[in-house]
């Protein structure tokens, strides 16, 4: 079973804060990997929030394959980051040789361009890397966005902590949101890809739990857009629900919720909008959900939300002071991040509650 | 003596033999009264009895005259194996044996130069189902809780209409946040995943059709069960059509529009909307052949409600005027849409068959949206009338076709936009909550039933040969009949009782295969719970091999 967690804070955060968040928890998940999404970024990056960041597990061919595709693109590196590791002896990560975070300024030709086609290109540009480095493994490449960096790696995370030096914190590396989770996908196979938090044109999920519908969300999902595949997890189906409902429909969040847990018929039936929730039981079945699960989101406007299965079968819960507001598993995790909060203020969401944060750090409760 | 006739017909010809027991009878006279077929009779035998009555042995003989039952030798009024004189009998007197060495199928055509007609299902000795090498074999253990049958709760319902893919759903959002309608979209009736299967009110005794009727009506009002029920070809009574009830049954229309003058008369005096329309262009148990109504069935209730008279009523094999799957669309489904205004769905029901995918393709891709529903009707279904060489050699498995047409969606990206109803032989060990569910599994949104239901109410016939009498209008439990004396024989209260209670033992052992797959709702293509122990099975559904 996994433990997931998520802290969104006014202030930029360092990734430590999120390895203290996982690592009282780790009794409950098996440290095989450690993976972290961050977006609104702080230190180095900060003044590129408007251009976008390429997160990218190499091999030296790997760094030549990405670069090339990038630059006959017409991408332009603005800014390089290598994080500095520290390969002790005995420390259990199956690290990939190099580990890129570039910041690329968009081609001349589509600076002029409207929004969504620039997301259109940053999106077919990732399509474009990952497949080109799968060949001979050559490497991921996990996220390519404005604002977002995504680390990805196998073995423990508190040794995959001291490799990258996430241990000690600095103000190089800070984000105000920050997703991450400590497990493999040790259900499969072990691949990079399979670990969440997963990541999708500024939307991030990361799950605890299983899908028991994987199959029926996947042969949908494979016909919805060219950014659905993968598919190595059953928790990417969340994400790709999510960026179809938010963004592909344009929906408001809180039918995400109304999509993958729909409310019972007869629950339905009394409500003064049923013919909306009706029309989405119908058209959307294939995305629906079942089974023990809960999801953590960020979009693209760094809302963090949380909700969890109809039936409440995976815990979750919410802790906060008056500058950060903390998502976790298990409230251990939480005791250590804000030891001194009040924690009569903590939250336990209910089966059919989403909880979502905006920037301000406001704590939204939304009933289903 | 008078020379032996070697075409006579004698009861070793026959299907069934009767086992007569003269020493055990009476002579009470209820297994000739009970027999619907006249397939046994009262007669004298001549008897010669040698007895002795001296000291020493002095054989004399007697004869004497000794009324008894004996069989009918003809292949008008032949034993069908129905058992009702065994039911019958106080003394375990009689009944009827199967008889193997049956030269029947041959003298039967010799005699009467005509094909053999009955009704029932497929008589050919089939192997093991595909549905019975299929078991649920995804069971949530550790990581994802089963859920408790009992506790938990289940949405157990289906739809029936059309429904439109996300993106073209008529919704925008208002300042406020939320999603509004801002126009209508296709009528869809969530309903129980069972269909009571169409079965006229000619095919079926009017008791019966009642029985079915008050059935689905009490698991709707009181049970809070939303089974629908389909007329069959040949309208309702219309005190059904201008009642509240209405709102449960599907009206079906066929190529020989039977019952629908009636319907269409009294559509300005309904109080409610039918549950749908359905248009049968096939029938999975004798696919490429109209229905058949025997005029001995034609009783006057029937030509009033379809506005004939006393005639065989044949439905035509199709559709006259309908020349292509897009005229199809066009002509019936737009006016039967509009024949309601848009607020009823209709669904088309077609016999499995090697083309039903195109079929399906057609359908799916249609412009309009108005197709609600394909029903796909396999060869292991039931039928009230049919030549036996169509109900024998014709037709299509409904399983793999099923899959077939669910994956086709799938490819397209096109599942659940028009609902899967699957038929043809499901619940034919009598388990149709194990049947229907892994036909969800296989991608249907629900399944229907008919053959099953006559079962229910009593219904003596087999997949054996025994009975399959229902085109003779001589059925001797009063289900497919039209005869006063043999419909009483059928309580429909007793009838409604055992159908309501199978959906309610249904409905529990749906939730128990729910419950360990960890779903809460229908598991509509979760093809990944089923495994198969059959290879080749396994290969063509695309489920997993297990051995």
């Given at each position: 079973?996994?433990r ?14 999120a390895?203290l968040l996982?690592?009282s928890?780790q009794?409950?998940?098996d440290?095989?990997?450690?993976a ?10 900060e003044s590129?929030?408007h251009?976008?960041?390429l997160?990218?597990?190499c091999?030296?061919?790997?760094v030549?394959v ?7 693109a ?6 390089q980051?290598v994080p ?7 420390l259990?990560i199956n690290?990939?040789?190099n580990?890129?975070?570039?910041t ?6 589509v600076?002029?361009?409207g929004?969504k086609?620039?997301?259109?290109l940053?999106?077919n ?11 001979d493994e050559?490497?991921?490449?996990y996220?390519f966005w ?5 680390l990805k790696?196998?073995g423990?995370?508190?040794?995959i902590?001291?490799?990258f030096?996430?241990?000690?914190p600095d103000?190089k ?13 040790t259900?499969y196979?072990?691949v ?14 990361l799950?605890?739990g ?9 042969e ?5 857009h ?6 190595e ?6 994400l790709?629900t999510?960026h179809y ?5 344009g929906?408001?969040l809180s039918y995400?919720k109304?999509?993958?847990?729909p409310?019972p018929?007869?629950?339905i039936?009394r409500?003064?909008d049923k013919e909306?929730?009706?029309?989405i039981?119908?058209?959307?079945a294939h995305?629906e ?5 809960t999801?953590?989101g960020v ?6 939300f949380t909700c969890c ?16 507001v903390v998502?976790s598993?298990?409230v251990?995790?939480i005791n250590?991040?804000?030891p ?8 336990y969401p209910?089966?059919r509650?989403?909880v979502?944060?905006t920037?301000?750090?406001?704590v939204?409760?939304?009933r289903? | ?8 017909i004698t009861?070793?010809d026959?299907y069934?033999k009767i086992r007569y ?11 000739v009264?009970?027999c619907?077929f ?15 009555e001296?000291e020493?042995?002095e054989p004399?003989q007697?004869?004497?005259a000794v ?5 009918v030798?003809?292949i008008?009024n032949y034993c069908?194996?129905?058992g009702?004189?065994?039911k019958?009998c106080?003394?375990d ?7 193997p060495?049956t030269r029947?199928p041959?003298i ?7 094909s053999?007609?009955r009704?029932?299902r497929?008589n050919?000795g089939s192997?093991?189902r595909?549905?019975d ?6 069971i ?8 408790d049958?009992?506790r938990?709760?289940?949405d157990?319902?289906?739809p029936?209409g059309?429904?439109?893919?996300p993106a073209?759903l008529?919704?925008?959002?208002t300042?406020e946040g ?8 296709p ?6 995943p069972?269909?009571i299967?169409d079965?006229?009110i000619?095919a ?7 029985a079915v009727?008050m059935a689905t009506?009490?698991?709707?009002e009181e049970c ?5 029920m389909c007329?069959?070809e ?7 059509l201008?009642s509240?009830y209405l709102?449960?049954?599907i009206?079906?229309i066929?190529?020989g529009h039977?019952g ?5 008369k009294?559509?300005?005096h309904?109080t409610?909307d039918?549950?749908?329309v359905?248009i049968?262009?096939g029938q999975?148990?004798?696919p490429g052949?109209?229905?058949l ?9 029937i030509?009033?409600?379809?506005g004939?008279?006393?005639a ?5 094999p199709?559709h006259?005027g309908?020349?292509s799957i897009?005229e199809?669309v066009?002509k019936?489904f737009?006016?039967f ?7 009823v769905p ?9 083309t ?7 359908l799916?891709r249609d412009?309009?949206n108005?197709?609600?529903g394909?029903?796909l ?10 030549h036996e ?13 099923l899959r077939d047409?669910y994956?086709?969606a799938?490819n ?11 038929a043809g032989g499901l619940?034919k060990?009598?388990?149709?909550a194990?049947?229907a569910?892994?036909?969800?599994c296989l991608?249907a949104n629900?399944v229907?039933?008919?053959k099953l239901?006559?079962q229910?109410?009593?219904c003596?016939g087999n997949?054996?040969g ?6 003779t209008g ?10 006063p ?12 009782q055992?159908?309501?209670?199978y959906?309610l ?7 128990k295969l ?11 293509g ?5 495994v198969s122990?059959?290879k080749?099975v396994a ?7 297990v051995?």
């Amino acid at each position: 079973m996994c433990r997931i967690g998520a802290i969104k804070s006014l202030d930029y955060t360092h990734p430590s804060q999120a390895l203290l968040l996982m690592q009282s928890q780790q009794k409950g998940h098996d440290n095989s990997g450690f993976a972290m999404v961050m977006h609104d970024l702080g230190g180095i990056f900060e003044s590129y929030k408007h251009l976008p960041t390429l997160s990218l597990a190499c091999t030296d061919e790997g760094v030549k394959v990405a670069e090339d595709i990038l630059h006959a693109a017409g991408f332009n590196r603005v800014m390089q980051w290598v994080p500095e590791t520290n390969p002790l002896p005995g420390l259990d990560i199956n690290a990939m040789p190099n580990y890129l975070f570039q910041t690329y300024d968009y081609p001349k030709h589509v600076r002029h361009l409207g929004q969504k086609e620039k997301e259109d290109l940053l999106l077919n540009m990732r399509l474009k890397l990952r497949k080109a480095l799968e060949r001979d493994e050559m490497g991921f490449a996990y996220s390519f966005w404005p604002d977002v960096v995504t680390l990805k790696e196998i073995g423990d995370p508190k040794d995959i902590g001291t490799y990258f030096n996430l241990w000690e914190p600095d103000s190089k590396f800070t984000a105000k949101v920050i997703t991450a989770q400590c497990r493999q996908n040790t259900n499969y196979d072990i691949v990079r890809y399979a670990a969440h938090p997963f990541h999708l044109q500024g939307y991030t999920t990361l799950a605890n739990g299983e899908n028991t519908f994987y199959l029926k969300n996947v042969e949908l999902q494979r016909e919805l857009h060219r950014g659905y595949i993968g598919f190595e997890s059953d928790s990417q189906c969340f994400l790709y629900t999510l960026h179809y409902v938010h963004r592909e429909l344009g929906w408001p969040l809180s039918y995400f919720k109304h999509v993958i847990t729909p409310l019972p018929f007869e629950d339905i039936e009394r409500r003064d909008d049923k013919e909306q929730l009706l029309a989405i039981r119908q058209s959307l079945a294939h995305l629906e959900i079942n089974g023990p699960n809960t999801i953590i989101g960020v979009l693209p406007d760094n809302t963090m939300f949380t909700c969890c299965d109809a039936k409440k079968l995976r815990p979750v819960v919410i802790g906060r002071n008056e500058r950060m507001v903390v998502f976790s598993s298990e409230v251990c995790g939480i005791n250590e991040v804000l030891p001194d909060r009040d924690w009569e203020t903590d939250i336990y969401p209910h089966e059919r509650e989403v909880v979502a944060v905006t920037n301000d750090l406001e704590v939204q409760r939304w009933r289903q | 003596m008078e020379t032996m006739k070697v075409q006579n017909i004698t009861p070793n010809d026959l299907y069934w033999k009767i086992r007569y027991n003269a020493s055990r009878c009476t002579l009470c006279g209820s297994c000739v009264a009970a027999c619907s077929f006249r397939a046994i009779e009262p007669k004298v035998e001549r008897r010669r009895m040698v007895f002795s009555e001296g000291e020493l042995p002095e054989p004399k003989q007697r004869f004497s005259a000794v009324p008894v039952i004996k069989q009918v030798n003809s292949i008008k009024n032949y034993c069908r194996g129905c058992g009702i004189c065994e039911k019958v009998c106080p003394n375990d007197a009689i009944g009827p044996v199967r008889n193997p060495d049956t030269r029947h199928p041959i003298i039967t055509r010799c005699l009467a130069g005509d094909s053999i007609k009955r009704g029932g299902r497929k008589n050919l000795g089939s192997t093991t189902r595909t549905l019975d090498k299929i078991r649920i074999g995804r069971i949530s253990q550790m990581t994802d809780p089963s859920l408790d049958a009992q506790r938990h709760t289940f949405d157990l319902l289906a739809p029936f209409g059309r429904i439109l893919p996300p993106a073209k759903l008529p919704m925008g959002v208002t300042p406020e946040g939320l999603l509004q309608m801002q126009k209508e979209a296709p009528p869809v009736g969530w309903i129980y995943p069972v269909i009571i299967g169409d079965m006229s009110i000619g095919a079926l005794s009017w008791r019966m059709w009642e029985a079915v009727a008050m059935a689905t009506a009490y698991l709707n009002e009181e049970c809070g069960i939303p089974v629908r029920m389909c007329s069959g070809e040949g309208g309702m009574p219309v005190r059904l059509l201008k009642s509240r009830y209405l709102k449960y049954m599907i009206l079906q229309i066929a190529s020989g529009h039977f019952g629908w003058n009636r319907i269409i008369k009294a559509m300005p005096h309904m109080t409610e909307d039918p549950a749908g329309v359905l248009i049968k262009i096939g029938q999975g148990a004798k696919p490429g052949g109209g229905g058949l109504l025997m005029a001995q069935k034609v009783a006057e209730h029937i030509q009033a409600i379809r506005g004939v008279p006393k005639a065989d009523l044949l439905s035509p094999p199709n559709h006259q005027g309908l020349y292509s799957i897009e005229e199809s669309v066009q002509k019936m489904f737009l006016s039967f849409n509009a024949a309601f205004k848009f607020r009823v769905p209709v669904a088309i029901k077609v016999a499995a068959s090697a083309t039903s995918v195109s079929v399906f393709n057609n359908l799916v891709r249609d412009p309009y949206n108005i197709v609600g529903g394909f029903f796909l009707d396999g060869i292991d279904g039931g039928t009230g009338a049919a030549h036996e060489v169509s109900l024998d050699h014709t037709g299509h498995p409904i399983v793999s076709k099923l899959r077939d047409c669910y994956l086709a969606a799938v490819n397209q990206g096109r599942q659940g936009q028009i609902p899967l109803w699957a038929a043809g032989g499901l619940g034919k060990t009598g388990d149709l909550a194990a049947d229907a569910f892994k036909m969800i599994c296989l991608g249907a949104n629900g399944v229907f039933t008919g053959k099953l239901i006559l079962q229910m109410a009593g219904c003596v016939g087999n997949d054996q040969g025994r009975c399959n009498a229902c085109n003779t209008g001589l059925c001797p439990v009063g289900i497919t009949t039209q005869e006063p004396a043999l419909v009483h024989r059928l309580d429909p209260e007793r009838v409604a009782q055992n159908i309501v209670n199978y959906f309610l033992a249904m409905d529990q052992e749906f939730k128990k295969l729910m419950a360990p797959i960890g779903n809460s709702s229908l598991p509509v293509g979760r093809s990944d719970a089923l495994v198969s122990v059959d290879k080749p099975v396994a290969d063509k559904l695309q489920i997993q091999f297990v051995c």
